[in-house]
């Protein structure tokens, strides 16, 4: 059994707007009875200690969890590099023990169980960031971040750049890869039409 690592802190991104949902907070959907982040939750809760949550909007129904819960230091919506640059900044300010973040969308009920002791395994001092991949196609907001990015990442973000690749470009970058038949496990919510999806994948394969 793989111990947890307590250097190692996972974040929920739920940083956006839903515009496709048409608002609201998707995380909080329901599908067969349970919301979508009752699933990320219970499915990482086994692999780390630490974990706090990325949300821009104040009544957010995410305070009977008892995680710290975060805002996007540059304001904007300047997309989820924002929400690691923010998670960064927690850890450096909180807990600066941490020396890695994972960083996981809040639009995602089928992530792998063993999703963060797959991060665990790739640290290495040679690395600095680590993105998930599902039959070799990359998720970047899917990732492990030193949090030695920080101010390259802060500087990053006031000169303009916004998205994940964009960014890590700049570095060495190593993968986990799943491979999956039936479905994606890195499938992710963005419409009522996919949550109709998303219920009909967990009906066939869990």
């Not at 993968?175 to 994948?201: G, R, S």
Request: aromatic share 10%.
């Amino acid at each position: 059994m793989i111990e947890i690592d307590r250097k190692i802190l996972a974040i929920i991104m739920i940083g956006g707007q839903s515009k496709r949902m048409g608002g609201g907070i998707k995380s909080l959907l329901e599908f067969n009875n349970k919301n979508i982040f009752d699933r990320i939750i219970e499915r990482i809760k086994p692999q780390i200690k630490n974990i706090i949550i990325n949300c821009n909007i104040e009544k957010n129904g995410f305070t009977k969890y008892k995680l710290p819960i975060i805002k996007d230091i540059k304001e904007g919506y300047l997309g989820p590099l924002a929400g690691i640059h923010s998670a960064m900044k927690w850890v450096i300010h909180n807990a600066p023990e941490i020396e890695w973040i994972i960083t996981l969308p809040g639009d995602t009920p089928f992530i792998p169980k063993d999703l963060i002791f797959q991060f665990q395994n790739k640290i290495s001092s040679n690395l600095k960031i680590i993105l998930a991949k599902s039959n070799k196609k990359v998720h970047p907001i899917i990732g492990a971040w030193h949090t030695s990015l920080f101010i390259d990442l802060d500087r990053q973000l006031d000169l303009g750049t916004r998205k994940i690749l964009d960014w890590t470009d700049n570095y060495t970058i190593d993968f986990i890869n799943y491979n999956y038949q039936k479905y994606d496990p890195f499938f992710n919510i963005n419409t009522k039409q996919d949550l109709e999806k998303a219920t009909l994948i967990e009906r066939n394969f869990f």
